[in-house]
C-alpha cells in the first residue's frame, strides 16, 4: 500500500499515454468524439459534464487520500453539500447537524432544504446521549464535522457512527479542517466524507472547489447522477489547480501545525486572550478523542478576547501578515472574526458564534515573523 504522499503524487496521475508527460494533462474539450453512434472510445467521454479526464485524475488522487472507492469533485464544497443532500434526504426527512455547524452548511440547511420539508437538530456532536437524544424514525443523516469552524469542537467520529448506523441513518463528516492527511474518516466508520478543496487540499488561495468520497458503490452512482443531473462539476483548469495543489499537502500540513503550536502558545500565554480553542491543547475537551483520531491537530486556531468584540475587531484591524479574509487552509495565514465574517448567517439562531471570537488560519510563513506580527496586534489593546 502507498505512503500518503506517493498516493497525494501519483494516484490517478500515470505518465501520459500518448506523449510520456509526468503531470496530468488539462483536457479543456467540452466534447469528445464516439467510434460510432452511442459508441464511446476506450476512455468512456463524451461530454465533459459527465466525466473529464482531468477531473478523473484529481477523483483517483483523492479517493486515494482518504482510503474510499470512489471520489466525486465538484464547483465547490457548497455544491458537494447540495448535491449529496438532496440525494440522501427527501421532504419529511430529518437530519442532524453540529450545533457550531460551518454557516454555509447551516444556510443551505435552514434555508433551502427546510422549503423543502427537510428538518434538522443542531446537537453537540461531542455529547454522544444528546445525539442519540436527538434521533427520530425520520432521521435519514447525521452530519459531522470535526474539528468544528469555528469553535473547533471535536467529535468522536467512530462513536458518532456506530450511533447513526443503528438508526438506520447515513453519517457525513466534513473533513475540511482535518485534511485527508490528519484524519480519513471512512476508516472510522463514516459513510461519506466532504472536503471543501477550496482549502488544504488545493492549499493556495486560488482555486474553488468540492469533494465527496465513499465506498458505497451505489451511492457513488447516485451522487454522479444528481452531479451529471444538475451540472455540478469543477472545470479541468479547476481540477487541475487542485490536483497540483494536493502534491505537497503532506508537507503543507506539517508545517501548517508547527506554526499554529507556536501560535497557540503565544496565545495561550498572552493576558489579553481569555480562551484560546485548540484541540492540540491538553485541556480543549476534545484533545484526547482528536489525538486517537488525527495525524495532528491542525493549522486553524480561534480564541477569544478578554476585551470582548471591539477587542476582537481591533486584534483583526491589527495584523499586517495576517491577512483580514475569509477561507481558510492556504499557505498564506489569514484572520477572520467569524460573527461578522463566515458566520453572519447563523446570527441570531441557535448557532450564533460569540461576538468575541477571532479565527486564525495559521500559514507556513517563518514562524517567528507570524508571532510578532500577532503580538503587536495583542500588546495594542
Known amino acids: 500500500m502507498p505512503g500518503f504522499s506517493t498516493n497525494a503524487i501519483h494516484a ?28 464511446l472510445r476506450a476512455g468512456g467521454y463524451e461530454y465533459s459534464r459527465s466525466a473529464n479526464p482531468t477531473r478523473t485524475a484529481l477523483q483517483e488522487c483523492l479517493a486515494a487520500l482518504e482510503g474510499g472507492r470512489h471520489g466525486v469533485a465538484f464547483g465547490s464544497g457548497m455544491g458537494a453539500t447540495d448535491v449529496l443532500l438532496r440525494t440522501l434526504l427527501r421532504p419529511g426527512d430529518h437530519l442532524v447537524i453540529p450545533h457550531d455547524a460551518y454557516g454555509g452548511t447551516f444556510r443551505i440547511v435552514d434555508k433551502v432544504l427546510a422549503a423543502w420539508g427537510v428538518e434538522h437538530t443542531p446537537v453537540d456532536l461531542a455529547d454522544l ?77 486560488d482555486v474553488v472547489g468540492g469533494a465527496l468520497v465513499t465506498d458505497d458503490d ?75 483520531q488525527m495525524r495532528r491537530f491542525g493549522g486553524m486556531v480561534s480564541f477569544r478576547l478578554a476585551g470582548g468584540r471591539e477587542a476582537a475587531l481591533r486584534v483583526c484591524a491589527g495584523t499586517r501578515l495576517f491577512t483580514l479574509a475569509e477561507s481558510l487552509g492556504g499557505v498564506e495565514s489569514l484572520i477572520e472574526h467569524p460573527g461578522a465574517m463566515t458566520h453572519a448567517s447563523v446570527a441570531g439562531s441557535v448557532l450564533e458564534v460569540p461576538d468575541d471570537l477571532v479565527r486564525l488560519s495559521v500559514g507556513i510563513e517563518d514562524a517567528e515573523d507570524l508571532l510578532e506580527d500577532l503580538r503587536g496586534a495583542l500588546d495594542a489593546l
Open 12 to 39: 490517478g496521475q500515470e505518465p501520459d499515454p500518448t506523449t510520456g508527460a509526468v503531470i496530468t494533462p488539462i483536457h479543456p474539450s467540452s466534447t469528445f468524439a464516439q467510434d460510432g453512434v452511442g459508441g
Open 129 to 205: 446521549d444528546a445525539l442519540r437524544a436527538a434521533l427520530r424514525p425520520t432521521t435519514r443523516v447525521v452530519w459531522c464535522e470535526t474539528p468544528t469552524n469555528p469553535l473547533l469542537g471535536v467529535a468522536d467520529v467512530a462513536g458518532v457512527a456506530g450511533i447513526a448506523r443503528a438508526a438506520g441513518a447515513r453519517l457525513v463528516v466534513d473533513n475540511t479542517f482535518a485534511s485527508p492527511y490528519l484524519q480519513n474518516p471512512l476508516g472510522l466508520g463514516a459513510d461519506v466524507v466532504l472536503h471543501s478543496t477550496t482549502k488544504y487540499v488545493g492549499g493556495h488561495s
Open 218 to 292: 451505489e451511492l457513488a452512482e447516485r451522487v454522479r447522477f444528481h452531479q451529471n443531473a444538475t451540472g455540478s462539476v469543477p472545470g479541468p483548469f479547476d481540477a487541475w489547480l487542485t490536483l497540483r495543489g494536493v502534491k505537497t499537502l503532506a508537507v503543507r500540513m506539517e508545517r501548517h501545525c508547527d506554526n499554529a503550536e507556536r501560535v497557540v502558545a503565544l496565545l495561550a500565554g498572552h493576558p489579553a486572550v481569555a480562551r484560546v480553542l485548540y484541540p492540540g491543547l491538553p485541556e480543549h475537551p476534545g484533545h484526547e478523542v482528536a489525538a486517537k
